[in-house]
């Protein structure tokens, strides 16, 4: 084994806790954990290494410095406690304040609670799992990397809202974006994949997991993204609806007599994917059953594809040019058939598929999927956002890699 400092990367939930402890020097993972049920009597944690897997019941107070204690102590089993430089914690919400990832202080941990009215979800636990990791690891340099950092490069046309000014001045209602560690990962990988400068590059970066986004990335830089002030907006995602009509509520309130909370948790959680199919949200599951001819399975999915592809249209616009789409996250990095109806829509941008590349490009392999010597380019790039939040921290603790 080497002699590397490793860096644990913590990914807090309300009531889970997912760690990875990586190599940044080769990316390798050495150990990986999820706690669930966290707070709960029947909390668990399940951990990962060297092609073992196992569970642990968490007692105590089943809470996130339990599972982190627990984390410690596999750590010691596998004789890996010890080489632990530092943590780097992923935090959803960093708003205007947070630009770039940053070492944990008392007063990066304020701004971090005054984040919460804008994830409310979110933030609090990565509160909670940055004091238990703080506890357990009390020696150790703790980073913070944020989601929305990257996009604060957006400039003010593309990251406001056309409502009353004092909706942005007093309660910070604009657009932030998510998924800004992958975004950034994708672009660095594309631009030493192409052989070329990041500076250089204008990319189209869709990153399709459960939730979707789209970014335009100029010169390395976010110009804008598809969502907004909370990651409702934009694509159709695996339960979300992404862009509708705002008077969709005032609709369902006449005329299904629902309230705010029930269209809310409506358009998040049983929408997109699931809502179009009555199926699934999982890409796969219907592809799957839109080959064996289920309808809503096949109409999803066309749905998915126009709505991805004209936001392709409009990050394009964003960036004045392009030079690259590019495909991550699990659909972006395994779905043949997303990619293929995505640039079937395309043509119009100069964009073309090649379907040996496109089957090639699959499983963890990048790629350039469009016709040789065409451009706009179509391109595969895997994201590893565990990574990026490893080698930010280790860069920011100071360690020589
Ligand atoms: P998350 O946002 O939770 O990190 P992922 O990035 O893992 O999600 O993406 C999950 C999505 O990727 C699911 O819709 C899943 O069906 C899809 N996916 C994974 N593998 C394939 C595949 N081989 N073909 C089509 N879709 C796939």
């Known amino acids: 084994m080497s002699n590397h400092p490793l860096i644990l990367v913590l990914n807090c939930g309300s009531s889970s806790l997912k760690g990875a402890v990586l190599d940044v020097v080769n990316g390798k993972v050495l150990l990986s954990c999820v706690a669930e049920k966290l707070g709960f009597a029947d909390a668990f944690i399940t951990f990962k290494a060297d092609g073992d897997k196992h569970k642990v019941a968490l007692g105590g107070d089943h809470s996130h410095t339990v599972?982190?204690?627990?984390?410690?102590?596999?750590?010691?089993?596998?004789?890996?406690?010890?080489?632990?430089?530092?943590?780097?914690?992923?935090?959803?919400?960093?708003?205007?304040?947070?630009?770039?990832?940053?070492?944990?202080?008392?007063?990066?941990?304020?701004?971090?609670?005054?984040?919460?009215?804008?994830?409310?979800?979110?933030?609090?636990?990565?509160?909670?799992?940055?004091?238990?990791?703080?506890?357990?690891?009390?020696?150790?340099?703790?980073?913070a990397v944020f989601d929305t950092?990257?996009?604060?490069?957006?400039?003010?046309q593309a990251y406001r809202y056309a409502v009353p000014t004092e909706l942005y001045t007093q309660y910070g209602v604009r657009r932030y974006g998510m998924h800004g560690t992958s975004y950034r990962f994708v672009a660095q990988e594309t631009a030493r994949f192409l052989g070329r400068a990041e500076t250089e590059l204008a990319l189209v970066i869709a990153h399709l997991g459960n939730g979707a986004s789209i970014t335009?990335?100029?010169?390395?830089?976010?110009?804008?993204?598809?969502?907004?002030?909370?990651?409702?907006?934009?694509?159709?995602?695996?339960?979300?609806?992404?862009?509708?009509?705002?008077?969709?509520?005032?609709?369902?309130?006449?005329?299904?007599?629902?309230?705010?909370?029930?269209?809310?948790?409506?358009?998040?959680?049983?929408?997109?994917?699931?809502?179009?199919?009555?199926?699934?949200?999982?890409?796969?599951?219907?592809?799957e059953a839109a080959a064996n001819g289920h309808k809503g399975a096949l109409l999803a999915l066309e749905v998915f594809a126009y709505r991805l592809a004209k936001y392709v249209a409009a990050m394009t616009v964003a960036n004045g040019r392009l030079d690259a789409l590019v495909f991550t996250g699990g659909i972006g990095e395994n779905s043949t058939f997303v990619r293929e109806k995505v640039l079937s829509h395309l043509a119009v941008l100069g964009l073309s598929i090649d379907h040996d590349a496109n089957l090639a490009a699959c499983f963890g392999r990048a790629g350039i999927i469009s016709q040789p010597g065409k451009t706009p380019l179509a391109l595969v790039i895997p994201t590893n956002e565990e990574l990026m939040i490893a080698q930010d921290t280790a860069q920011l603790a100071g360690l020589s890699i």
């Open 67 to 143: 599972a982190v204690e627990a984390l410690m102590a596999e750590l010691k089993v596998h004789h890996l406690h010890h080489k632990i430089a530092a943590v780097g914690h992923r935090v959803v919400h960093g708003g205007e304040r947070f630009t770039h990832s940053t070492l944990i202080d008392d007063q990066v941990m304020r701004d971090i609670e005054t984040c919460i009215v804008l994830a409310p979800l979110h933030n609090p636990a990565h509160i909670l799992g940055i004091r238990a990791a703080q506890a357990v690891f009390a020696d150790l340099p703790h980073v």
């Open 149 to 156: 950092a990257f996009h604060q490069t957006m400039p003010e």
């Open 216 to 287: 335009a990335v100029l010169n390395g830089q976010s110009r804008d993204t598809s969502m907004g002030l909370t990651p409702l907006e934009g694509l159709v995602m695996g339960t979300r609806s992404g862009d509708i009509d705002p008077s969709i509520f005032s609709f369902l309130q006449e005329n299904a007599n629902l309230d705010m909370a029930e269209i809310t948790a409506m358009l998040n959680h049983k929408s997109g994917l699931l809502g179009l199919s009555d199926l699934s949200n999982d890409c796969r599951t219907l592809e």
